[in-house]
Every structure is written in C-alpha cells, then in structure tokens.
T-cell receptor, first 112, second 117 residues
Framework: SQKIEQNSEALNIQEGKTATLTCNYTNYSPAYLQWYRQDPGRGPVFLLLIRENEKEKRKERLKVTFDTTLKQSLFHITASQPADSATYLCVRSGGGADGLTFGKGTHLIIQP | GAVVSQHPSWVICKSGTSVKIECRSLDFQATTMFWYRQFPKQSLMLMATSNEGSKATYEQGVEKDKFLINHASLTLSTLTVTSAHPEDSSFYIC?????????????FGSGTRLTVV
C-alpha cells in the first residue's frame, strides 16, 4: 500500500529561522504531493501542490520540493513567525477525483 | 475561493441514536465529496467517496450500513452515523473538489466533533 511518512512528530524552531519539514513516500511516485495546515479542532487548509514533474514550488514564504529519486518532499517556511505554529500535513494524491492519503503530520512550534 | 461549510461543528449524542452531518459547497459545484475521520494525534483516514447522484464508495473496513452517505445534489453531501456507539466518537471532516481546480488542492470543511455518551 502507498504510505506517507512525516518523520518528525514535533519540531521547535526559533522565530525568524527557516522551518524545514520532511515527507517521504513509499512505492511509486504520486502524481501530486500536497501540503496542508491544520489547526486544533479545524479542518486542513490547502497550502501548496507540487506535481511529480516539478522540482520546486513557491508561494510567499513557503517553498516545497519534490525529489522522485529520494522519494521525498521538503516543505520550507522562511522567516518563520509564531502564527505559523500548527500541524502540517503531507498528502499524496493520484490526480483526478480520488481521495487523499495523509501523513500523520508534523506539529510545528515557532518560539518567539 | 472555494468554501465548504460543515455542520454541526460539534454534537453529543446518546449511544444507539443517529447523527447527521452536513457538508455543503458554498460557491462551487462539488461533483465529488470525501468523508474523513480523525482520531486524536492521528492522521485523517478516508472513509468514503461520494459522487453526486450515485452510491458512495467506501474504504475497506468502513461499514456502509453504519455510515450512510447521501450526495443528492452538487452542493450537498450528508453523513449519517447510525446507532452510534462510544467508539464512533471522533472528528469527522468532509472535503470537496469541483472540476478544473487541480492546481489548488482540496477544500475541507471545518470538521464535526462527535461525542457519543
């Protein structure tokens, strides 16, 4: 079965530094990898999507990479702020109208 | 942007009763909606996929007679937890995706916290 693994359950970063979250997948490459933010008691909010033929995507302070050789995606938040504290979910999808496979998430804490 | 409204945000019910959760796409037509369940400190697990006008497709291990899904229109899907038991207590989240938004991921509802006592 296809799996998504986010290695760190929790990550503490000092404000202003770059936070880097790791996502690894097993078996074949997904058509898409997506990153979502989830706050306690809320549904996930979409952040970025990257296709398997794309190396990098950026959106404001966010950057995501996709390395099909390493079977890995990295998610970066530059100039991190306490408001960035949340759980970040790595998600694989095959494209089309299919459901998503979620990682367990990494709880990011940005300390002032 | 696309908005998915989910109600209620929380519900407490007695064991043996049924609870209905609604998921509405407010500004787009959702041909497909998904229902997920999330236990504390766990990832979201897909329960079922509902397509407008047809029967839902359930994931392995999910009882279709217990979790009834109805997707009667392009803007509304409902999940009914029948004969609820304490082990059904969880966070239920719906998600929707219309056509032509493959670059923008999926839109999720705010979730429903179900507590069965």
């Amino acid at each position: 079965s296809q799996k998504i693994e986010q290695n760190s359950e929790a990550l503490n970063i000092q404000e202003g530094k770059t936070a880097t979250l790791t996502c690894n997948y097993t078996n074949y490459s997904p058509a898409y990898l997506q990153w979502y933010r989830q706050d306690p008691g809320r549904g996930p909010v979409f952040l970025l999507l990257i296709r398997e033929n794309e190396k990098e995507k950026r959106k404001e302070r966010l950057k995501v990479t996709f390395d099909t050789t390493l079977k890995q995606s990295l998610f970066h938040i530059t100039a991190s702020q306490p408001a960035d504290s949340a759980t970040y979910l790595c998600v694989r999808s095959g494209g089309g109208a299919d459901g998503l496979t979620f990682g367990k998430g990494t709880h990011l804490i940005i300390q002032p | 942007g696309a908005v998915v409204s989910q109600h209620p945000s929380w519900v407490i019910c007695k064991s043996g009763t049924s609870v209905k959760i609604e998921c509405r796409s407010l500004d787009f037509q959702a041909t497909t909606m998904f229902w997920y369940r999330q236990f504390p400190k766990q990832s979201l697990m897909l329960m079922a996929t509902s397509n407008e006008g047809s029967k839902a497709t359930y994931e392995q291990g999910v009882e279709k007679d217990k979790f009834l899904i109805n997707h009667a229109s392009l803007t509304l899907s409902t999940l009914t937890v029948t004969s609820a038991h304490p082990e059904d207590s969880s966070f239920y989240i719906c998600s929707a995706r219309g056509w032509g938004d493959s670059d923008y991921g999926y839109t999720f509802g705010s979730g429903t916290r179900l507590t069965v006592v």
